[in-house]
């Protein structure tokens, strides 16, 4: 199956060298970098890494998410930021179940494995529990984290019909996901401090307020949302799993 890297990027000349690099030869079909309307180096410094780059000024990581799925025809997306926060070594932890059809959707999870936990501040680690809390009533997934490192079934993706396009993106999917019977799988992945930039929202206690917000409203919005199209899998059981 065909796997495209999809890679939101605002100002991340620095970061982006170092993960591109780091992508292994054969785990992915493409690459490509959105550039959310950046003032730096970003797509040039995408471009000469080799990377697609494609340009989403209107400002929003659900935007350049969904102009990256736009861009690309991959049968398996991954979704991941460019920071270099998460190792792009571990693309296949998360390609590897839908390959095999064991899953729809897979969340990286950064809270699943102690040593991971303390990367992320705990201010977002707060905010992430009460979201991912919220989630879990309104959907019956209960995930442990919800970063933004996950694949996703392109078949799925066009049938979830995304709206959001602020940081309340990954919160959507995951509740459409839910709602349409899609198989969810978490599996730990690692996590580390940035390695140049700014956080727009982890790392920065004002844009983990933002984004907060940003997914209320759309756990709001989307609790009671049904789906138009019939359930993929008719057993709740088989939609959940943590590995």
């Not at 079909?29 to 000024?57: F, Y």
């Not at 599996?187 to 940035?194: G, L």
């Not at 982890?202 to 997914?215: E, I, P, R, W």
């Not at 409203?217 to 059981?237: E, G, I, N």
Request: hydrophobic residues 40%.
């Amino acid at each position: 199956m065909k796997v495209s890297v999809i890679i939101p990027a605002l100002n991340e000349e620095e970061s982006l060298p170092g993960l591109l690099a780091a992508i292994p030869e054969g785990a992915v079909n493409e690459i490509i970098v959105v550039d959310n309307g950046s003032t730096d180096r970003t797509a040039a410094v995408a471009q000469h890494c080799g990377a697609r780059v494609v340009s989403e000024n209107f400002r929003g990581y659900g935007a350049a998410c969904w102009a990256g799925f736009k861009a690309t025809q991959g049968e398996i997306l991954v979704f991941m930021d460019g920071d270099e926060s998460f190792s792009p070594v571990e693309i296949s932890k998360l390609t590897a179940p839908i390959i095999r059809g064991e899953a729809d959707l897979v969340l990286g999870s950064r809270t699943l494995r102690a040593e991971d936990v303390q990367a992320v501040p705990l201010h977002a680690r707060l905010g992430n529990q009460l979201i991912a809390g919220l989630i879990g009533l309104a959907s019956h997934v209960w995930p442990t984290d919800l970063g933004p490192f996950r694949a996703v079934r392109r078949e799925i993706l066009e049938r979830l019909d995304m709206e959001e396009r602020t940081y309340g993106w990954p919160s959507e999917m995951i509740i459409k996901a839910s709602k349409l019977g899609c198989k969810i799988l978490e599996v730990p992945v690692s996590y580390r401090p940035r390695t140049g930039g700014k956080s727009k929202v982890s790392g920065n206690f004002l844009g983990s307020l933002k984004a907060s917000y940003s997914m209320l409203k759309v756990v709001a919005r989307w609790s009671f949302w049904t789906p138009a199209h019939h359930p993929l899998h008719s057993r709740r059981s088989d939609k959940w799993e943590v590995k």
